[in-house]
């Protein structure tokens, strides 16, 4: 083949169409079916697991200890599944944390909804020293927030690997009455 013949030159301008079509089909699909969308953490249901009380005459002061169980899913809905390290769920009252629990690393598929059964001990000596806890009580409403922090891997197309942060915080409100999980507002960040 002679330097500059018609044929090279069409071998030439082919490959380079077919790369720039192989990239451009990429960065659309990037943008598109693999861009990142928030996670979707709900609190499903709580639960009042233990509840011990004791008065301790010695230091003139009482003691409470309370269990709660917490049911939380996650869902996932992006095309591609998410890698998860070690974890810790926040569990705030008006500000406040009264309770945390660690959330083992796993993996989440895509579309997949993932549950956690978690189980937070109450820092029952930060609950009472709040002022407005006799009121929130007598009200039959206690507000509470929890606070997910997710750090992972997402891979895309199986060799481009993506840093995720997500976290969701929620406002619930628990009914005293029955344990039930009232209203729930959630706010979603995702970093990449």
Known sequence: MKVGSGKGRK???TVTGVVIAIVLLIVILALTVFKAKHP?????STKL??????????KLRVDLNVTLGVDVSVKNPNKVGFQYSDSTA???YRGQLIGEVPISAGEISSGETKGFN???TIMADRLL????????VTSGTLPLNTFVRMSGKVSILGFIKVHVVSSTSCDVAINLSNGTVGNQECQYKTKL
């Open 11 to 13: 071998v030439c301008l």
């Open 40 to 44: 979707v953490t709900t609190v499903d």
């Open 49 to 58: 697991e233990d509840f011990h009380v004791s008065l301790d005459p010695v």
């Open 90 to 92: 926040h569990l705030n």
């Open 118 to 120: 978690l189980t937070l």
């Open 129 to 136: 020293s709040n002022s407005q806890l006799l009121s929130d």
